[in-house]
């Protein structure tokens, strides 16, 4: 069974710091592009960043681009995502992706909120 479970999440005051991970199951997680997603309340997923398979190619979203950092340990089946210098409008539920459509298989989402 395909499984992935985000953990990390939670409440941050405008420009601190999270380190989402994702673990993966139930597939060979070193075979696939693995992507970040958010959803906002009242808003449609956004695609926020994406990994290859050895992890030598990263991309961003503008919003996040220099904030952001995607990462994978292969070993340990782990999809990271390093938040730095978060802002109010990056509340949202993240969720781990497998693939590079934001629409893909997915986890249940951490909830990540930015307030003071």
């Known amino acids: 069974e395909v499984q992935m479970v985000e953990s990390g999440g939670g409440l941050v005051q405008p420009g601190g710091s999270l380190r989402l991970s994702c673990a993966a199951s139930?597939?060979?997680?070193?075979?696939?592009?693995m992507t970040w997603a958010r959803q906002a309340p009242g808003k449609g997923l956004e695609w926020v960043s994406g990994i290859t398979r050895g992890g030598g190619s990263k991309d961003y979203a503008d919003s996040v681009k220099g904030r952001f950092t995607i990462s994978r340990d292969n070993a340990k089946n782990t999809l990271f995502l390093q938040m730095n210098s978060l802002k109010p409008e990056d509340t949202a539920m993240y969720y781990c992706?497998?693939?590079?459509?934001?629409?893909?298989?997915r986890g249940q989402g951490t909830q990540v909120t930015v307030s003071s």
């Open positions: 992706v497998r693939g590079s459509d934001k629409f893909g298989p």
């Open positions: 139930g597939f060979l997680f070193s075979d696939h592009y």
